[in-house]
């Protein structure tokens, strides 16, 4: 039996194309693997979020460009800014993918390159189904 589930992941990027584009498809493979998303079609949706000192390419744009080992032309994409709160860590893209999966799945949260200090208690261990 499938069921929902919505996996959170982030990663630190410069603000340039290169580094967006590198990073959202290492974050993406890698949420992808560990939640062993095998089949677009059981995509639901991808948001990303950015902070504002990332402007120069849109993460969903960097999604398409990636070269992943699922065709995802038709998982409908969403992009905002990050809220502006004093303290925020910089230079991160946010993603929040919900798809199915077989009842009793264990998620697993994925954040790189700098963005683990955001939720130390997800890096580590899997997520509550």
């Not at 949420?31 to 504002?52: C, G, R, Y």
């Not at 919900?98 to 580590?124: C, I, M, W």
């Amino acid at each position: 039996m499938m069921r929902l589930y919505c996996v959170r992941g982030a990663v630190c990027c410069d603000n340039t194309k290169d580094s967006v584009l590198t990073n959202v498809g290492n974050l993406i493979r890698e949420l992808l693997e560990k939640n062993a998303v095998t089949d677009a079609e059981n995509i639901v949706s991808i948001q990303f979020t950015m902070t504002p000192d990332v402007n120069v390419l849109n993460p969903a744009t960097a999604f398409r460009k990636a070269s992943l080992c699922i065709d995802t032309s038709r998982v409908p994409l969403f992009c905002s800014a990050e809220p502006v709160v004093a303290g925020m860590l910089d230079h991160v893209i946010r993603v929040m993918i919900t798809f199915y999966a077989e009842e009793h799945t264990k998620t697993q949260a994925v954040y790189l390159n700098g963005a683990e200090v955001l939720r130390p208690d997800l890096v580590s261990s899997p997520e509550k189904s």
